[in-house]
């Protein structure tokens, strides 16, 4: 497997995880308040500007530019098409001018990172995602859309 490859394979486990947290979120999430000022939409909008970042590091360019976030369903909609956006650069045969362990250090474990406090904070806002053996998960390099298959091994 390659460097390339493996980081398609972290792609894709942000895609995975990402999509547990956001299914089936009550409407109210995403203005959950813990009284630390990051709401999940919040974290929800800087987890796709850590997705633009990435992009634009690979791309020789490191540009790093926050937005003000949208919807929840169009951040949720943001994060996936930024997974998607850098999954495909990897595969157009463009020069990866971005350092990939930098980058997974970075920007990929943040995100990974932001992915487990929406989890706890779907818990504390008294809607958990239901566990799973991530081990036994069916995640696939190249699939970082919302669809992804549903747990192989769920507590």
């Not at 497997?1 to 394979?9: A, G, I, L, S, V």
């Given at each position: 497997?390659?460097?390339?490859?493996?980081?398609?394979?972290?792609l894709a486990t942000l895609a995975y995880r990402?999509?547990?947290?956001?299914?089936?979120?009550?409407?109210?999430?995403?203005?959950?308040?813990?009284?630390?000022?990051?709401?999940?939409?919040?974290?929800?909008?800087?987890?796709?500007?850590?997705?633009?970042?990435?992009?634009?590091?690979?791309?020789?360019?490191?540009?790093?530019?926050?937005?003000?976030?949208?919807?929840?369903?169009?951040?949720?909609?943001?994060?996936?098409?930024?997974?998607?956006?850098?999954?495909?650069?990897?595969?157009?045969?463009?020069?990866?001018?971005?350092?990939?362990?930098?980058?997974?250090?970075?920007?990929?474990?943040?995100?990974?990172?932001?992915?487990?406090?929406?989890?706890?904070?779907?818990?504390?806002?008294?809607?958990?995602?239901?566990?799973?053996?991530?081990?036994?998960?069916?995640?696939?390099?190249?699939?970082?859309?919302?669809?992804?298959?549903p747990p192989r091994k769920p507590f």
């Open positions: 497997m390659t460097d390339q490859d493996c980081f398609r394979h972290l990402g999509a547990l947290c956001f299914r089936d979120a009550p409407e109210a999430f995403a203005s959950y308040d813990t009284g630390n000022g990051k709401t999940p939409l919040m974290i929800l909008a800087h987890m796709g500007d850590l997705l633009d970042w990435t992009l634009s590091c690979l791309q020789g360019r490191g540009r790093w530019q926050p937005i003000v976030p949208g919807t929840w369903s169009e951040e949720v909609a943001r994060f996936h098409q930024g997974l998607e956006r850098v999954d495909r650069f990897l595969t157009s045969g463009d020069p990866v001018q971005g350092d990939l362990p930098r980058l997974i250090q970075g920007p990929v474990a943040d995100a990974l990172t932001h992915i487990g406090q929406l989890a706890l904070l779907r818990r504390m806002a008294g809607s958990p995602t239901k566990g799973e053996s991530f081990y036994a998960a069916e995640i696939t390099i190249g699939r970082v859309g919302a669809d992804q298959a």
